[in-house]
């Protein structure tokens, strides 16, 4: 079976850091991927990892653990705009086919002025 | 900026009827998926299309559903007789393959109710 956990909610001010966790227990791994998903909104893409470390993006960088099934994103000089649920994903199955994205309930994250 | 285009973005029908909903993948993307999300839920998988065949299909596409890529273009899901607990915001997404490491690219839905 797969299973993906991250918290439902979290709260930071403006121009804070902010680190969401997800850990998962899926058959097979070909990546974990954030998205960020604005309510009535389609997701949309902000980061894939596939081998351990950190992948920074501007402002928002993301980790994996392969061997501890844990994946954080953090996001860093937070801005209004950011208020949004943060979606963490995994492909699982055989990393030669495109096989499907399976989500997380997502953490939705309130900005504070 | 390529996109996946879905329509209609809001569809209302009565319970037992038909609904057919509409996408227009990225045009060089071969892989295609439905994903769906009730309110307040996850996205959750419906199925995966490949090659004009269904790949995979998750414990919720059951015989009430059917996809289609009828011409070189559209990519549909058909619920054939509505269930008020089929109410939802349905996805569209594409993939090329060769670049999963940047997922998919969604549509912006449609939003399903069943009345």
């Known amino acids: 079976g797969q299973n993906i956990d991250q918290p439902t909610e979290m709260t930071a001010t403006e121009g804070a850091i902010v680190q969401i966790n997800c850990t998962y227990q899926?058959?097979?791994?070909?990546?974990l991927f954030w998205y960020q998903q604005h309510a009535g909104e389609a997701p949309t893409f902000l980061s894939y990892n596939v081998l351990d470390g950190l992948e920074e993006k501007g402002r928002f960088s993301s980790f994996l653990s392969r061997s501890k099934g844990y994946s954080y994103l953090l996001l860093k000089e937070l801005q209004m705009k950011d208020s949004a649920s943060y979606l963490c994903?995994?492909?699982?199955?055989?990393?030669?086919?495109?096989?499907?994205?399976?989500f997380g309930k997502g953490t939705r994250l309130h900005i504070l002025p | 900026e390529p996109e996946v285009t879905q329509t209609p973005s809001h569809q209302v029908t009565q319970m037992g009827q038909e609904v057919i909903l509409r996408c227009v993948p990225i045009?060089?993307?071969?892989?295609f998926y439905w994903y769906r999300q009730i309110l307040g839920q996850k996205v959750e998988f419906l199925v995966s299309f490949y090659n004009n065949e269904i790949s995979e299909k998750s414990e919720i596409f059951d015989d009430q559903f059917s996809v289609e890529r009828p011409d070189g273009s559209n990519f549909t899901l058909k619920i054939r007789s509505t269930k008020l607990e089929d109410s939802a915001m349905y996805f569209c997404?594409?993939?090329?393959?060769?670049?999963?490491?940047?997922?998919?690219?969604f549509g912006s839905g449609t939003r399903l109710t069943v009345v």
């Open positions: 045009s060089n993307h071969l892989y």
């Open positions: 899926t058959s097979g791994f070909n990546g």
């Open positions: 997404a594409s993939s090329e393959l060769g670049t999963a490491n940047y997922g998919y690219t």
């Open positions: 994903a995994v492909r699982g199955g055989d990393p030669n086919r495109d096989d499907k994205i399976i």
